[in-house]
């Protein structure tokens, strides 16, 4: 299994999974050229994308899924709230509607979904199962609740959300408004609370973390990642390995991980 985070952040998310007989994206939210790019930069060259996995319908998710899709004609798997609020989306005919806690196959890929607490229609994230391999993918959630937690477990790889510094996102530029959304429940998750899973929940069997949808005006890269080696080092339980930890990038993709 090969993986790359393409791309992270309000400019457009994307994540390129590939196996021997299978090759899928989680979400796109960049146009066609930039993907290209990203590709050519992670040096991943397939010559097909067989499916689009949505997690939910904002724009930074979903906008650049026309344009895939008539580039290499994938079947797209998102919910019924994410078609209804992804205006994007409304005209395209080779789709299939998923539910949350719904299992599903896709070539050599086992895929499950589930609920995620943010403020879109019917958001989700995944867990993909392959070969023995097992990885989540959470990257838009105002908090962790425990069946999240739960599906951690037993993860070889992670990719959940760091998005901002609680006292960098007070101080910044952000109205008051959009500042409460984003730290409220249902808006993204903090450095400090990905620190806290880290600290008391991780079982320690992920051997890479990617960490996700980093604010450019309220985190810094360097912050994030030293709050999460430092959660690490504090672990609870001393049982497991200590993770490999990848920073992503709105503008560039991530290091390509081969398990």
């Not at 899709?69 to 789709?95: I, K, Q, S």
Request: charged share 25%.
């Amino acid at each position: 299994m090969r993986i790359s985070v393409l791309g992270s952040g309000s400019s457009g998310n994307c994540t390129y999974i590939e196996t021997e007989k299978t090759s899928l994206v989680v979400d796109v939210g960049f146009g066609r050229r930039s993907f290209a790019r990203r590709l050519r930069d992670a040096g991943l060259r397939p010559s097909r994308i067989d499916a689009v996995l949505v997690t939910h319908g904002h724009s930074d998710h979903v906008k650049g899924i026309p344009q895939l899709f008539h580039d290499y004609n994938p079947v797209v798997f998102l919910t019924e709230g994410t078609r209804e609020e992804a205006y994007c989306l409304a005209e395209m005919e080779r789709f299939e509607t998923i539910r949350a806690g719904e299992q599903l196959t896709i070539g050599d890929l086992c895929i499950e979904t589930f609920p995620v607490p943010h403020d879109a229609l019917e958001p989700v994230g995944f867990v993909l199962r392959q070969n023995g391999l097992r990885g989540l993918i959470a990257t838009d959630l105002g908090h962790l609740p425990p069946y999240v937690v739960e599906r951690t477990r037993g993860c070889d790889w992670i990719i959940l959300e760091s998005n901002h510094d609680i006292d960098l996102l007070k101080i910044g530029p952000y109205p008051w408004e959009l500042k409460r959304r984003v730290l409220g429940p249902w808006g993204h998750l903090s450095n400090a609370e990905l620190a806290d899973f880290l600290e008391e929940d991780f079982d320690g069997r992920a051997v890479h973390l990617w960490l996700a949808h980093l604010s450019r005006k309220n985190n810094l890269p360097e912050l994030a990642l030293e709050t999460a080696r430092r959660a690490l080092a504090r672990r609870r339980h001393a049982a497991g390995s200590r993770p490999r930890i990848h920073l992503t990038d709105q503008t560039c993709p991530s290091i390509v991980v081969d398990l």
